[in-house]
Structures are given as structure tokens and as C-alpha cells.
């Protein structure tokens, strides 16, 4: 049987019963339960059920278990699909464009097609992988949004979008030879493929990207936008037809959304340490936004090529996450280790940016012990390497 008929197998009212039967299993008990269900049901489908529960338990971190425990999934579209969370925002944003239609090109499993059509908005969903497709078609189902997606196995490259408000693609960025792929050109279709295919949407396009993209790879007549879930940085997307100014660039976390846009600042000013230390979420300095927020909070830098911004006060912002400092020295391990000891710190978060030592490895070597708990910052000062101790400030 191939993998398109072991899926649709799953589909058919035995497999959906013994998905059901398995979706807890815990997988030190997967040979047990393997070998007493092979009694009962086809050896097949017992070991498509559970690769698919395996998956699916994999999948729980983007979808949510209602969606997740519902969906079906390749290993590959586990790995590839937007989060829930992402996706939504994004389908959002296109739909506050007055977008109504969207051909998302390179569908995967179907993260985004299920958000856009959440979010109200008709989907065309393709991709050339067959079973990439069953899955998507067997999502859209799931999930009762079959109505607002059509699934269409075929090669993007191929397909007339004219009749769509907007285009969507997420290309795919990783390779069973090279695995994570880095250059924009080596995307599956290649990144200048996608921007041709944005600029031919009636109203609007988006294209993910790593987040990690050079900005000097976005495209003049695109908006980019860094996204965070959590604190985590979790795609770049390049905007098309948006309104928005040539080379604008906005950082978005979630949940939320809270959205900081570039006010195209320059470079903020490398100051003294002050009392507080801002460090700015990663959407935020990957999108070059640090001197917007040095400007939110009063503050500089501490060096000038580090991503820590100082403040002599308090002001809570949400691109960054705030801590009092109450020591700054140079960095020493012995001083480090004689400070927390005295300061009954048992409870040691390392930081560092600009700086080559290790966490777990200081963490070895000072050894913290008592109720306390402190967060250390390696970095460097006005070039110089130093430690700054503090608290995150709540
Ligand atoms: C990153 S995944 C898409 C994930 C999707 N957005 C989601 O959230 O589930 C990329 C997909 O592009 C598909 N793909 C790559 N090149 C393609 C092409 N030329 N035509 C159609 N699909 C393609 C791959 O099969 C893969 O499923």
C-alpha cells in the first residue's frame, strides 16, 4: 500500500475507530499495543494508526490538542506547517485587507489555508505532493472548512491565481539532503519565483521567509514583518500591497498582536549602564527595531554592537523584557561565584550576547546553591566583557 492509501485508509470508518483507540498510546507501549491490535485489524492500518497518533501528539504544540487530536498529518507537514497561532494573525491581517480570496501557493498540510478560511476568506490550497494534499483535503474536512477550500495537487509554478484577491506561498525551506535551507534562491520555488507571483496579486501577497532573511534580500516593494509567539522568532514575511511606505518594517509579537513599526531611527547611543537593562524580543532586533525601543524606554546602548538597550528608569514596554540591575563587574568567575554565594542564589538565569562562554558550563563551575534567584548577563560594556546582575522586573 503507498502512503496515499494508507492515509485514505485511515479515513474510512475502521481506520477513524482505531485512531480513536490509539490516540493516547504511550510510545513505550507501541509494540504492546501493536502487537494485540494486529489480532483484531489489518497490520497496515494498525501501524498508519499509529505513525498518524504519533504525529498527531507531535502536532499539539502548534495546533492544540482539540485540532491536532483531529487532524492528519506527514511527518514533513508536522515539521512545516505555520503554528495555529501565526497562521491566524496572518489570515487576519489579510482579511482587515479586504482580502476575500487567497490562492496560498505550497499548501503543505494546510496550517494557513485552515486560518484563512477560519478567518472567513476562500482558499485555493496547493501543493504538489499527493500526500500532502490528502492530508490537507482531510484537514479541511476535519475541520469543517471544506466548503471555503479547494485542494489542488499541482505544481505552483502552474497555476493561474486571476481569479484571486491575493496570493499567498510559503515555500519549502529545507531539503532531505541539506536540510535547513538558508539561501532564499535555493526555496522550493526559489524566493525571486514567489516575489513575481506577489506582484501579480489583484490586492495583496505575503511570502514567508526564515527570519533570518538579510534585509538586504527584501524586495523594495515589500513590507517586512518579523512575528514572535511566546518570545520565540518564528517566520519573516514579506508584504506586498499593504499601503505601506517602500522599505517598511514592523515587528510583531504575539500573542497579542502588538505591533511595533520602524520609524527608520538611526542607530541609538552607547550610553553608561543605568539601573535598568532592556532586552528586546527577537522580532524586534531582527527587525532592526532596538533604536525604536531604546526611544520607548529613554535608554542606549551598552555597546554598540549588541542588542542590550540601558535606561536610568522604568518604562514597561512590550518589546522587551525588563530587569533591574543590581551589580556590574567585570566578567570573572571566582567574583561571580563569591556574589552569589553571599547572595544566597540558588537559581542562576544566564544571558549573553557577545560573549563566547557557555551557560551550562558557568553554571557548572559557580555552582549556585540557596533560595534565591538571579539572572546574569554576559556582555560586553563599551567593548569590555563584563557581567551584569539583576532580576527580571515583574
Ligand atoms: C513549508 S511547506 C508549506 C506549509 C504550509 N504553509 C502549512 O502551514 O501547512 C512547503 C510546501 O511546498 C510544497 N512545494 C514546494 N515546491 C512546490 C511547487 N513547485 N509546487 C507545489 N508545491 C510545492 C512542498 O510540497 C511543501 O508541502
Known amino acids: 500500500m503507498n502512503d496515499v492509501d494508507s492515509l485514505r485508509t485511515l479515513l474510512t470508518p475502521e481506520g477513524r475507530a482505531l485512531l480513536d483507540e490509539v490516540r493516547d498510546t504511550d510510545p513505550a507501549q507501541e509494540l504492546a499495543v501493536a502487537t494485540r491490535l494486529r489480532r483484531t485489524h489489518p497490520a497496515e492500518l494498525v501501524s498508519a494508526a499509529l505513525g498518524q497518533a504519533r504525529l498527531r501528539q507531535r502536532a499539539v504544540a502548534k495546533f492544540g490538542a482539540a485540532d491536532a487530536g483531529r487532524m492528519f498529518f506527514t511527518p514533513n507537514g508536522v515539521e512545516q506547517s505555520t503554528r495555529a497561532s501565526v497562521a491566524a494573525y496572518r489570515a487576519e491581517r489579510f482579511a482587515a485587507l479586504g482580502v476575500t480570496s487567497v ?6 498540510i494546510g496550517g494557513d489555508a485552515l486560518a484563512l478560511a477560519r478567518a472567513g476568506i476562500r482558499v485555493l490550497a496547493v501543493d504538489r505532493d499527493p500526500l500532502t494534499c490528502e492530508a490537507a483535503r482531510a484537514n479541511a474536512e476535519a475541520l469543517g472548512l471544506a466548503g471555503l477550500i479547494e485542494v489542488r495537487e499541482a505544481d505552483v509554478t502552474e497555476v493561474d491565481t486571476a481569479g484571486y484577491d491575493a496570493v499567498f506561498v510559503d515555500p519549502a525551506r529545507r531539503s532531505s539532503r541539506r536540510g535547513r535551507i538558508f539561501d532564499p534562491e535555493a526555496y522550493a520555488p526559489p524566493l525571486s519565483w514567489a516575489v513575481g507571483a506577489a506582484r501579480t ?3 495583496a501577497a505575503a511570502l514567508k521567509v526564515a527570519p533570518g532573511i538579510p534585509h538586504e ?3 523594495e516593494d515589500a513590507e517586512a514583518e518579523w512575528v514572535s509567539d511566546g518570545g520565540d522568532v518564528k517566520e519573516a ?3 506586498f500591497g499593504t499601503g505601506a511606505p517602500a522599505g ?8 497579542g498582536p502588538r505591533t511595533l513599526p520602524g520609524a527608520g531611527l538611526p542607530d541609538p ?7 535598568y537593562l532592556y532586552e528586546p524580543d527577537g522580532a524586534v532586533i531582527r527587525a532592526h527595531l532596538v ?3 531604546a526611544e520607548q524606554v529613554g535608554g542606549g546602548l551598552l555597546d554598540a554592537t549588541i542588542a542590550y538597550v540601558t535606561a536610568d528608569g522604568l518604562r514597561p514596554t512590550p518589546y522587551a523584557t525588563a530587569y533591574e540591575i543590581t551589580d556590574r563587574l567585570p566578567f570573572h568567575v571566582k567574583r561571580l561565584k563569591a556574589l552569589l554565594r553571599e547572595r544566597g542564589v540558588g537559581t542562576l538565569t544566564v544571558k549573553k550576547r557577545g560573549s563566547a562562554v557557555e551557560p551550562e558550563e558557568l553554571r557548572r563551575k559557580v555552582k549556585p546553591q540557596g533560595p534565591n534567584a538571579a539572572t546574569v548577563f ?3 560594556v563599551a567593548g569590555a566583557p563584563t557581567m551584569l546582575i539583576g532580576h527580571p522586573v515583574r
Not at 547611543?269 to 539601573?275: H, Q
Request: charged content about 20%.
Open 103 to 108: 490562492a496560498d501557493l505550497c499548501c503543505g
Open 201 to 203: 496579486a489583484s490586492r
Open 217 to 219: 534580500a527584501v524586495p
Open 237 to 239: 514575511v514579506l508584504w
Open 248 to 255: 517598511a518594517v514592523r515587528a510583531t509579537l504575539l500573542p
Open 269 to 275: 547611543e552607547v550610553r553608561t549602564p543605568g539601573r
Open 291 to 293: 533604536a525604536e525601543v
Open 378 to 380: 554576559l556582555t560586553r
